[in-house]
């Protein structure tokens, strides 16, 4: 057996490791002269944490925090502490978020979980957890999703991933094989990934464009699995997709990688079948072979092979989340979809495959949003709720028929890829 040697990895990568600290730096968050920033990363990844926080120095950061995470301890914390533990989200934390975006700073998240940390933990812990954390960080949220902040996350391979990932092989070749995936995925393998993902976003821009001059009223999807769905659009919608751009005009990438493009979806206005195409990992359990049925926007009916208790948990979480809040569209030749690789993390996931979401809504794909109050977007169909959750429903062989609200029907996806 070859064991891991971490240092002698990093030693062996340093170069394409330091490319990857930059493109998150540079293009994800697009730090600035003077910005403040926050980057979230495991104890663990200390060494990719270090390259990050320079590299924010040299694109004129004005001060970086390091908020250090461990898989370790937040198991230990959900197997072991009190329970009452759970029904509370410290207040110094809120004071903390509060601070740092009241300065402007720009949150930077290196992402490596074990997407089995959290196996075997009380469902009901996690539940009341998710539930007061995301009570408690709902304005930074908010902002996060109006774009009020820039914010981006990127992976990097963990022991515990690559082998969840890859079983069959060596923990050592694991990790090169999802550090590969990865590159590849991020479009970071390359000489030049920043220009890469200049590169990307031009080319975002004509689907984007093309879907927002069309404004269909609904759209009907069919998959060979058994999809077979009619999602209603909200009025005045706005696809996005190849990033962001902040309040102040400065673009930035939320995720990488990211390949979707998305828009918002009626919430009193889904009815179909929608039969997922992958797993779902929730709270770091594997939801898997799972179908949901819509009417006039609710999930009335649903199953699943393996933890349906989960789902059943998620669904429950309130009023909005048993609702969409996200439909996306994803090539089945994106880099990710070609690879055929399940990641077990969402970041990846989501971009092999078009996609729904469960709960919240992004208010910057209704036109005019940041100008409604919450009563007024929920009037025109934009969907609120504590969580948001995406799950596949994508195929090599979907198609998609885009209705206009004359009745007008176009065929703009045809097997799996975009025709436009
Ligand atoms: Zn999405
Ligand atoms: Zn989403």
Request: hydrophobic residues 40%; glycine residues 6%; proline residues 4%.
């Amino acid at each position: 057996m070859v064991l891991f040697q971490k240092q002698e990895w990093v030693n062996l990568n340093n170069e394409r490791l330091q490319k990857y600290a930059n493109l998150l730096v540079r293009a994800g968050g697009n730090v600035q002269k003077g910005s403040p920033v926050v980057i979230s990363s495991a104890v663990d990844d200390a060494y990719f944490a270090r390259m990050v926080q320079d590299a924010a120095y040299d694109a004129g950061a004005s001060d970086v925090t390091i908020d250090w995470t461990d898989d370790a301890s937040v198991r230990a914390k959900f197997l072991r502490a009190s329970s009452e533990v759970f029904d509370e989200f410290p207040e110094w934390r809120v004071a903390k978020l509060k601070y740092q975006d009241d300065k402007g700073s720009v949150y930077l998240r290196i992402e490596s979980s074990d997407p089995d940390n959290l196996k075997g933990v009380e469902s009901d812990r996690l539940q009341r957890f998710t539930k007061v954390a995301s009570q408690a960080t709902r304005p930074h949220a908010e902002l996060m999703m109006s774009n009020a902040l820039r914010w981006s996350i990127i992976a990097l391979p963990s022991p515990a991933w690559a082998r969840k990932v890859f079983p069959t092989i060596t923990e050592a070749e694991a990790i090169d094989k999802l550090w590969t995936c990865i590159l590849k995925a991020a479009r970071a393998d390359g000489d030049d990934p920043v220009a890469e993902w200049q590169k990307h976003r031009e080319n975002f821009t004509k689907r984007v464009e093309y879907l927002n001059a069309q404004q269909f009223d609904s759209l009907h999807i069919t998959t060979g699995l058994g999809t077979d769905f009619t999602v209603g659009l909200v009025q005045n919608h706005n696809w996005e997709g190849g990033g962001d751009i902040d309040k102040t005009g400065i673009p930035f990438f939320p995720n990488m990688p990211t390949e979707e493009v998305f828009t918002m979806p009626h919430r009193d206005r889904a009815n179909g079948r929608v039969v997922a195409s992958m797993p779902l990992t929730y709270q770091g359990n594997l939801i898997e072979n799972f179908e949901m049925t819509f009417k006039n926007g609710i999930v009335i009916d649903y199953k699943a092979e393996t933890n349906q208790d989960i789902l059943k948990n998620l669904m429950e979480t309130d009023e909005g989340a048993r609702r969409l809040g996200e439909v996306a569209l994803v090539a089945n030749s994106s880099p990710i979809g070609q690879m055929g690789v399940l990641f077990y993390n969402t970041l990846f996931d989501e971009n092999a495959s078009a996609h729904l979401a469960l709960g919240k809504a992004y208010p910057t794909n209704m036109q005019g949003a940041e100008s409604l109050t919450t009563e007024q977007r929920t009037a025109r169909g934009c969907n609120d709720s504590l969580i948001h959750e995406d799950f596949m429903f994508g195929t090599a062989d979907m198609n998609i028929t885009g209705i206009k609200p004359d009745g007008t029907e176009v065929n703009f996806f045809k097997n799996g890829e975009f025709d436009i």
